[in-house]
């Protein structure tokens, strides 16, 4: 039995249009363990400037051998869900862990963020209920959303970026609403900008509302000790749920969590779909998770050496003529403007060693094509300082600079 060609033809046909239009993925592969320096094949080593690895604890010692002992205590996977074949007293150890971390009451661990968000919405959400979100939302949240009003008929609206009059604007038209829920990332991470925390708490203090925040970006990465957006503005403990990953500053592995009453993480063990019909967080990346929360609870000077290091890198960067987005977080956005130019400087910047992606239309707005720079506390001087030379010598030659 042959496969259906006109189903492969018209497969290749739309990847062709993505090689002309130049916004065809290429993968990189990696042979050495992700950190501040990698060994990419065909490459020799690069320096990675395109990682969430915020704290570097993706290959630290502690990290790497908690997820081993995991796998040689608890087997390489769980075998089914949860509430079928019995959890493990890891996932427990863990989401006390993360509770405790992000200042909630508990959480609830799943196999990605993605999936975490998507469980959230659609499991908490009735008919009768009104969800607003940012317009610059990641796509999971966006695709939460969807999901739920397919399933409830609940109302839904998005606010543009940090409009929060605009926001208040839709909370009161939607009054009449059983509920009201707010959906909003801590950091956005194609603009590297915080939400603003303080007041989004106050409007839907003012109007009843459920604030969630998707802190992927934030956790591990602001705040004093690294524990996110309510740390970061002081209100540590007030937000309602947040939702956040592991598979960045937290070992860098897999898996994402829901965080907030105990109410909450009871009524996704009873209904979250993601939860439902899926196999749980394997248990060597919960191991390794809890050895990274664990480490950044021990060693608050890895919060303040990223810190230290986003600091230097983005006053380089304007000393030396770039355009770095306003911020303090340590993703970098340097605005080039078209698309092809921003492609064209993430391919010469992998000829001068550094890896750093260029974000372009459709991901962005025309005109606005970035080099989306992240830094991470594994960075030396020596390497801001290099890739800061680089990305001038690269943008000399496309002409972005004079």
């Not at 009768?128 to 939302?137: E, K, R, T």
């Not at 030396?320 to 303090?328: A, C, I, M, T, V």
Request: proline share 4%; hydrophobic share 40%.
């Amino acid at each position: 039995m042959s496969l259906n060609q006109n189903f492969v033809s018209d497969l290749e046909s739309r990847i062709s249009k993505l090689k002309e239009e130049r916004v065809y993925k290429t993968l990189n592969y990696l042979d050495s363990p992700q950190s501040a320096h990698v060994q990419m094949q065909g490459r020799g080593e690069v320096l990675i400037l395109s990682s969430n690895n915020y704290l570097g604890l993706c290959d630290e010692p502690s990290v790497i051998k908690a997820g081993i002992a995991g796998l040689e205590k608890y087997g390489a996977g769980t075998g089914s869900v949860r509430f079928i074949c019995g959890t493990f007293t890891i996932h427990r150890e863990l989401e006390e862990a993360l509770a405790r971390f992000v200042g909630t009451p508990a959480s609830m661990s799943f196999v990605a963020a993605w999936n975490a968000n998507e469980a959230l919405t659609a499991t908490v959400v009735e008919e009768g209920d009104f969800v607003c979100s940012d317009a610059l939302n990641h796509a999971s949240i966006i695709d939460s959303i969807r999901l739920a009003k397919a399933i409830t008929k609940c109302t839904t609206a998005v606010y543009p970026h940090g409009d929060l009059d605009d926001l208040v604007e839709k909370l009161k038209a939607n009054k009449g609403a059983k509920r009201r829920l707010i959906w909003t990332d801590g950091i956005f991470s194609m603009e590297g900008s915080i939400a603003k925390l303080p007041q989004l708490l106050q409007i839907a203090r003012d109007h009843d509302a459920v604030l969630i925040v998707d802190d992927s970006h934030a956790t591990g990465v602001i705040g004093a000790t690294g524990r996110g957006t309510p740390e970061h503005f002081g209100v540590l403990g007030e937000v309602d749920v947040i939702t956040s990953t592991l598979g960045k500053s937290l070992g860098g592995a897999a898996g994402g969590f829901v965080a907030g009453p105990a109410a909450l993480c009871d009524m996704l063990t009873q209904r979250a779909r993601p939860q439902l019909f899926s196999n749980a967080l394997t248990p060597t990346v919960a191991c390794s998770a809890l050895a990274a929360v664990r480490f950044i609870e021990a060693h608050p000077e890895r919060v303040t050496k990223l810190h230290e290091n986003t600091k230097y890198f983005r006053a380089a960067l304007i000393s030396n003529g770039l355009k770095p987005l306003d911020g303090e977080t340590p993703i970098v956005p340097i605005i080039i403007g078209e698309t092809a130019d921003a492609i064209r400087m993430s391919e010469m910047l992998l000829d001068e060693g550094i890896f750093v992606t260029g974000f372009g239309f459709p991901v962005v707005p025309h005109g606005t094509a970035r080099l989306r720079c992240q830094i991470s506390a594994a960075h030396s001087t020596a390497d801001l300082d290099f890739a800061v030379s680089s990305i001038r010598k690269v943008a000399l030659k496309v002409g972005i600079l004079k």
